[in-house]
């Protein structure tokens, strides 16, 4: 009997000591197992933007990355949209994209729709639904019907997933709204970043943050415009005053520092003047076709509005523009508001505010009704194209002009 007990609770004993070393072994591999998730989470929240290899040769990204990640807040388990707005040829999607190529390592999933507003023109927003669930779930052969599939399909797959997703230029709210919805429809930590020219567009989609792009600093701007012609941080020698021209009309806009640049790149000095003395009367063809995609997206009366800022009103008072505005039945209030709202304009101290390079591209868009004849443009600024008019007799062409001038100089 006293043996049967004895083995008895030695074999319980031996089973509770095992059981016991066990779930000991079991909770501090679980232990191991979440430290090691949280120093791998701790170091790649950490790690800083701008020491990635994604940032080679790009100029002045450190600060506007530090800017962005800021926004971003990435670790946090919030659901976070930022949205980041400025003129065409600003560096919106260069900035992005650097961020994403940098983060999207990080997250379960991630989506880079590229170019939003004319691939939903061309082809709907089914394919770009498509191609946001086959790169985040790595599924090739997804097949979206119809708009509202696509909706169903994303919030019911990915709403426990932490994801990256970058939508460059979108234009329409109802794209915002058909590819990332709202914050629920994607897991925990989850980061959605939206470019846009058009700032209210973010605010009628409430995002959580909207980072406004900047022009390039002088230091930066030289740096840019040196690697692209003279394959070096400074200008050659014999090159720094045309490079200061070449400055002063970019005004830190990196896509004009780009292409101006390279053109430039390899040419004698001789042909320096000659092109740069070439763009008083016409603008790069490239830079010109980016700035008018804000244009074309306006009103009749906001078209109309922003080539009278253009033209005349440029550095006036706002008050003093809309009243004159106003007379004319162009509802000022409103159109001022979307013009500066998509970043064709500034307000500063009440003043009307405008990038050389997007007035440029107004009086391009003037200078285009008659290229032969100024007196048959819409609008007429230059002092030798009014006299051209009036000397040729095409006042009565002119008349609306001349009431608003007359307007202008009282």
């Not at 090739?140 to 019907?145: A, L, T, V």
């Not at 019911?156 to 329409?172: A, S, Y």
């Not at 629920?184 to 959605?192: A, C, E, P, Q, T």
């Not at 003043?351 to 819409?378: A, Y």
């Amino acid at each position: 009997m006293f043996l049967c007990l004895f083995l008895g609770f030695f074999f319980y004993f031996l089973f509770y000591f095992k059981l016991t070393t066990s779930l000991l072994f079991i909770q501090s591999y679980r232990l191991e197992a979440n430290l090691i998730k949280e120093i791998v989470g701790y170091i790649l929240r950490n790690l800083s933007l701008t020491n990635s290899s994604v940032l080679e040769g790009l100029v002045g990204m450190d600060s506007r990355l530090a800017e962005l990640g800021s926004l971003l807040s990435i670790g946090t388990n919030d659901i976070r949209i930022v949205g980041i707005c400025g003129m065409g040829g600003i560096g919106k999607t260069t900035i992005a994209k650097a961020v994403y190529d940098r983060l999207s390592c990080q997250f379960e999933g991630s989506s880079y729709l590229a170019n939003v507003r004319e691939a939903s023109r061309k082809h709907g927003l089914e394919p770009l639904q498509e191609q946001l669930l086959s790169e985040i779930l790595k599924e090739s052969d997804m097949k979206i019907r119809n708009v509202d599939k696509g909706i169903s399909m994303t919030k019911n797959r990915l709403r426990h997933m932490r994801v990256l997703v970058f939508l460059d230029d979108v234009d329409q709210i109802n794209q915002l709204e058909t590819l990332v919805g709202k914050h629920d429809w994607f897991g925990l930590g989850s980061r959605i970043i939206i470019t846009t020219r058009d700032e209210h567009l973010l605010t009628a989609f409430e995002v959580n943050h909207i980072y406004k792009a900047k022009e390039l600093n002088n230091e930066e701007a030289v740096k840019l415009f040196s690697a692209k012609a003279f394959r070096k941080n400074q200008p050659t020698k014999g090159y720094v005053a045309l490079t200061d021209r070449v400055l002063h009309y970019a005004k830190g806009v990196p896509l004009a520092l780009n292409v101006l640049g390279s053109f430039l790149f390899g040419r004698n000095i001789t042909e320096w003047r000659s092109a740069l003395d070439r763009l008083k009367e016409s603008p790069i063809a490239q830079v010109l076709e980016i700035l008018k995609i804000s244009y074309e997206g306006l009103e009749y009366t906001e078209k109309k509005i922003f080539l009278d800022i253009a033209c005349f009103f440029k550095g006036e008072d706002k008050d003093y523009v809309a009243k004159i505005l106003d007379g004319c039945g162009f509802y000022p209030d409103i159109g001022i508001s979307v013009l500066a709202q998509k970043s064709l304009i500034t307000i500063l101290k009440n003043k009307l505010l405008m990038h050389d390079l997007i007035q440029e591209m107004g009086w391009h868009i003037v200078r285009e009704e008659s290229l032969d004849e100024p007196g048959k443009c819409s609008r007429l600024w230059h002092h030798k194209d009014i006299y051209h008019a009036l000397m040729k007799n095409t006042v009565r062409d002119i008349v609306d002009n001349i009431i608003f001038s007359q307007y202008h100089l009282v």
